[in-house]
């Protein structure tokens, strides 16, 4: 008897996923997994990969199918929260089972995930992260996690020790902060990042996660990396690590240091929810 | 014995105040105001008019000195969301008497002023706005509310009706939605603008609008102009007002076509609150 094949479904919630990304994502995937991309991966509909019923269609469908084990987010890219009030109610016994993976834009659907408590989510590389320069690594890391051939090596090493965790775009959490989809933080170690976000408009952002009560109510901020920031027409004077102490020394939340995330090759996983004894 | 000379100070509680620009709006002030800038105004550090206190002290100590008919702040550019923990807790008595303006970054400010009902908050155009071609008619039209010469002339038309409005930068009240800061909306007639944002931005911005209880809870939004938007790498398919409807009628929000307002010489005023009758 052969050793489980895990059934890893990929499906774009927002922007549409290059043809060629599936092949070479496949070519080094292996043995101990099978790669299902979804065709709505491939539509075009302007911005997006398809219109949002086909999107929110391909998600639910694919969460529901009891043959997948996980669903793999393709690609990030605006337009998962445009699925946020499509998706989430068809989600039946099947979709409860399953791994979620992505990050990015699709931390929305990670974000509602984990707040429905419907499955087991993690913030990590996707399939797109293959066209990046060493994007490989990524792609490798995240299929050894899916799988369960890795254990937790390609798990942040911060999130191993008992504890309530989760990881957002520093973006993403900002526009999910006072919705009706926002997460429930509390106890919980947030992992942050962010990409070409220019230094006055993280400081915002944080000003925004920072002066919220559903922020308030973690444990504590971990400063992933913020990817290139571009060149304002006036330095900021503070660069991303001290906007991120300044606003919580500012507001009474504890700042945990850097965490090992970010929008690039070296991207770790982090499970959302409690691990440890008592959890 | 002469009429009544409107006095009104001027702070900058984000970006410095370019020295020129007082000259030029005082030149054209006529005799009904006189303008007092305050020195923070010209003060530099970093991205900012001065450090957070010095723009805070400035703030506070204008807002409560007596002689003073008015605060109107000087210019908008980042930095205004970093007062409000720092100067509301000390407005006093002749704080609540004065009239505000400004829009932009210091919507920031307008919506806690708002909320806490001090004064009578407008939205409108700034000292700075000399600086756009055309821009003496914004300032004029500023200025004639201010000093009560121009009556309502220079105010949104469409805010002259009996009931409750207020007024925002899509981005400024997307960054307040969820926060302690958060304005109370409920009842009232929403106008909203934005300058330089792509329109996947923007219809990211408007679902944290419309995904919120805080803008659920207004009577209706009305769409002003959204300045310059960039050329994105892929179309939007979609264009401000259709953004914005959209969102709008997937949220239940009645959506009461355009407004009069934006990051232009055109800038209608807003005067924040409830008018007429029962008001």
Redesign the interface.
Known sequence: MGAKVTRIGIVAPG?VLDEGIADRVTAIAGDAVELFFHPQCFLH???FAGSDAARADAFAQFANDPSLDAIWFARGG?GA??L??MAFERLGAAARRKTYMGYSDTGFLLARLARDGIGRVAHGPMPADILREGGEAAVRRAIGFLSGADGEAGVEPGTLAPGKYAAYNISVL?????????PDLSGATLLIEDVGEY???L???M??LT????VRAAAGIRLGRCGPIPV?D?????DEEEIARHWCA?SGIAYLGRADIGHDVANKIVVFGARGVGA
Chains 1, 2 share one sequence.
């Open positions: 922007r509909d302007g911005h605006y929260c445009r946020l009030d900002a526009s999910l902060i006072g919705t009706v989809h926002a230094h006055y408009r400081d915002r952002l000003f925004t002066s919220s009560e559903t304002n006036v330095d900021f004077g503070q500012r």
